[in-house]
């Protein structure tokens, strides 16, 4: 089993819609958690920085954290075609060097 | 954002030959890292530094080699290319632990 685990759709949806996107994890020690969005051809960048529990707003997404589930969620809201690419998650636990990354959901947004 | 650069960007080479990839980072960032990602596996770490002539192994390191000489530069080595060493590989980095990781804009390698 994964230690980090991620559907890697693919995920379609029209535009304007609500769009989940989902991690589960097994180590318990994670304290760090991002979602990072690739563009076609490009590098990850990031895109949500969240330290332990709780949920982070930056306009039309928002990150939630729940530890006791071991679970991560990217909302995005009003989606738009730009917003098509794919989603990495990754964690980290505390002093680590290294992230541990999901396989990436590839999300489309149709016009 | 952080000015990372990888060269080169697309490289096609031949089963059995030495191939270096480079990765220069202008942010004097302490540690980099090497990926490769491949369609059903994601991010997968090759190798990684965590200062000048420090280096350790990722989960996928047999068959790469690196080095780095200066805090800004992170070479990656494949000593005889194989076929399997097809990917996208990225180069990323960042300062301090648990902050950001900054990525390059990737090389594509092909290898006939």
């Known amino acids: 089993q994964k230690e980090v685990e991620q559907d890697p759709g693919p995920l379609s949806v029209p535009e304007g819609a609500i769009v989940s996107l989902n991690c589960t994890y097994s180590?318990?020690?994670?304290?760090?958690f991002m979602w990072y969005r690739q563009y076609s051809r490009k590098g990850p960048e990031l895109l949500m920085y969240t330290y332990s529990s709780g949920n982070k707003e930056d306009g039309r997404f928002t990150a939630q954290v729940d530890k006791s589930s071991k679970y991560i969620s990217l909302f995005i809201r009003d989606s738009q075609p730009s917003d098509s690419a794919t989603y990495l998650c990754a964690m980290s636990v505390e002093g680590a060097q290294k992230l541990v990354f999901g396989q990436g959901t590839r999300l489309t947004i149709n016009p | 954002d952080a000015g990372i650069t990888q060269s080169p960007r697309h490289k096609v080479t031949e089963t059995g030959t030495p191939v270096t990839l480079r990765c220069h980072q202008t942010e004097n960032h302490r540690y980099m890292y090497w990926y490769r990602q491949d369609p059903g596996h994601g991010l997968r770490l090759i190798h990684y530094s965590y200062g000048v002539k420090d280096t350790d192994k990722g989960e996928v390191s047999d068959g790469y080699s690196v080095s780095r000489s200066k805090t800004e530069d992170f070479l990656l080595t494949l000593e005889s290319a194989t076929s399997s060493q097809t990917s996208v590989y990225f180069c990323?980095?960042?300062?301090?632990?648990?902050?950001?990781?900054?990525f390059g804009s990737g090389t594509q390698l092909s290898v006939l």
């Open positions: 180590n318990s020690a994670f304290q760090y």
């Open positions: 990323a980095s960042h300062g301090t632990t648990n902050e950001k990781l900054f």
